[in-house]
């Protein structure tokens, strides 16, 4: 594949939605409004972990998840194939284009956005994919024209096989590939806590500690290891914040009054959306 040589006017901001963050009554309206307002194109990566689960209980599937990622086997891997790629995207493809936002519903394996070679764990984990090539010339022509790409996270190997890609992994992919401003993970957690305190900022000579941290756990652990990869690639900054209603993204990218913040150090903490 050639790169795409082309570039953008402004860098984009990737957005990542994940667990529970747009389940409450008119979030995903208020979310499709707040995109609207942003001065930077953007990306929209979604998960669907929790519609995973209750389609996997209603077809009598156990759901099982080892340091965080889900266990997929080829049953599990048809369902997520179908929700994510099919109920969830459509749904938030549907809103956003709603409020005019000229949206777009892909899933990696459109013209091979998302290219990843099974997990290293993948006998334990079976149909996963992990640290995906991104098809960088797709985004670019779909962002140079006004669209707003909304992206499921299956993957695809160069042999057409198709893998479940942890979204936070396959978002910090993303930010990374096409040179991000900002990534955003938002979910239902206000951020890393520690000492059930939300740690306001991580700079990267801490990534290590904060990865080695016992109390970094569960789906928290892939978070920060991704938003921590995205930083060292050139994004300038990672947020790891819940959604919080239509202002969420005017204070994460503008006042940083919430959520977790991952950058560089204090050079690269300047504001990049003023």
């Not at 747009?22 to 409004?33: I, K, S, T």
């Not at 690639?233 to 790891?240: D, K, P, Q, W, Y």
């Given at each position: 594949m050639k790169p795409y040589a082309g570039t953008l006017p402004v860098r984009p901001v990737v957005i990542k939605l994940g667990g529970?963050?747009?389940?409450?009554?008119?979030?995903?309206?208020?979310?499709?409004?707040?995109?609207s307002r942003l001065e930077?194109?953007?990306i929209v990566v979604h998960g669907g972990g929790a519609e995973v689960t209750a389609w996997c209980e209603k077809v009598g599937i156990e759901s099982r998840?080892?340091?965080g990622l889900r266990v997929t086997d080829p049953a599990t891997l048809e369902v997520a194939v179908a929700v994510l790629a099919g109920l969830a995207n459509k749904r938030l493809v549907a809103a956003l284009n709603n409020a005019d936002m000229r949206a777009v519903g892909l899933s990696g394996v459109d013209d091979r956005l998302l290219v990843a070679p099974r997990h290293p764990q993948a006998d334990v984990l079976g149909e996963v994919g992990h640290d995906p090539q991104v098809n960088r010339r797709l985004l670019h022509l779909l962002l140079s024209e006004g669209y707003t790409p909304v992206i499921a996270t299956i993957a695809t190997t160069y042999a057409g096989h198709l893998l479940n890609v942890n979204a936070d992994d396959a978002a910090a992919a993303i930010a990374q590939a096409v040179h991000a401003s900002d990534l955003a993970l938002l979910s239902d957690t206000p951020g890393l806590k520690l000492d059930d305190q939300v740690v306001s900022e991580i700079v990267a000579d801490d990534f290590e500690a904060t990865l080695a941290n016992p109390q970094v756990a569960g789906g928290m652990r892939p978070k920060i290891a991704a938003a921590a990869a995205a930083v060292r690639?050139?994004?300038?900054?990672?947020?790891?914040a819940a959604w919080r209603g239509p202002d969420t993204l005017h204070t994460l990218f503008h006042d940083r009054t919430h959520g977790t913040l991952l950058h560089?150090?204090?050079a690269r903490t300047e504001a990049t959306h003023g």
């Open positions: 529970r963050a747009l389940e409450a009554p008119g979030a995903p309206e208020d979310f499709a409004r707040a995109l930077h194109p953007a998840f080892e340091n690639a050139g994004v300038s900054r990672v947020h790891i560089e150090g204090a």
